[in-house]
T-cell receptor
């Protein structure tokens, strides 16, 4: 158990819909990262937050947005969903100085 | 083009064999991590290497960070079916505030 929690574990929805994925970091970790992993693909970095502020941005679509709240949990919002958005979405958290990332169990999103 | 190139992409071996997975880049990394991921689960951290030339051993796994901090290798001795999974290298580029993952090596160890 990494100490990072993600909800829900599974999500099935239809094209055009909007969903919110939630992540709670390990106790004491200030950074939260979001990744997308499509079938048989590597991890694609989406975005990082540090103590409530956006820190780094990867290949995140404009239809996707995220935020980190004062209690440090984070939400990833996916809107106008397309079939190609079906994937595993992972959250990870870390703290300096090493900033090693610890991953949650992921949310499997299926868009029908 | 991936910033971190892993090879091989796939590896299928018999139990008891040795193997090496490589992670290469043209960029210098402040640190590099190796993760193992099982299907449908999140990656699990195996090791972090931070010093050029560093070698770390974790039971049958040996991790090496290149002298120039641009590459790394993972060597598994006497592989077991329980080693099966996706092995990912990852790291933060020196002086560049982003974290990158390699494309992964899918290992299958047959009993």
């Amino acid at each position: 158990d990494s100490g990072v929690t993600q909800t829900p574990k599974h999500l099935i929805t239809a094209t055009g819909q909007r969903v919110t994925l939630r992540c709670s970091p390990r106790s004491g970790d200030l950074s939260v990262y979001w990744y997308q992993q499509s079938l048989d693909q590597g991890l694609q970095f989406l975005i990082q937050y540090y103590n409530g502020e956006e820190r780094a941005k990867g290949n995140i679509l404009e239809r996707f947005s995220a935020q980190q709240f004062p209690d440090l949990h984070s939400e990833l919002n996916l809107s106008s969903l397309e079939l190609g958005d079906s994937a595993l979405y992972f959250c990870a958290s870390s703290s300096p100085p090493k900033d090693t990332q610890y991953f949650g169990p992921g949310t499997r999103l299926t868009v029908l | 083009t991936q910033l971190l190139e892993q090879s091989p992409q796939f590896l299928s071996i018999q139990e008891g064999e040795n193997l090496t997975v490589y992670c290469n880049s043209s960029s210098v990394f402040s640190s590099l991590q190796w993760y193992r991921q099982e299907p449908g689960e999140g990656p699990v951290l195996l090791v972090t290497v931070v010093t050029g030339g560093e070698v770390k051993k974790l039971k049958r796994l040996t991790f090496q960070f290149g002298d120039a901090r641009k590459d790394s290798s993972l060597h598994i001795t006497a592989a077991q079916p329980g080693d099966t999974g996706l092995y990912l290298c990852a790291g933060d580029v020196y002086n560049f505030n982003k974290f990158y993952f390699g494309s992964g090596t899918k290992l299958n160890v047959k009993p």
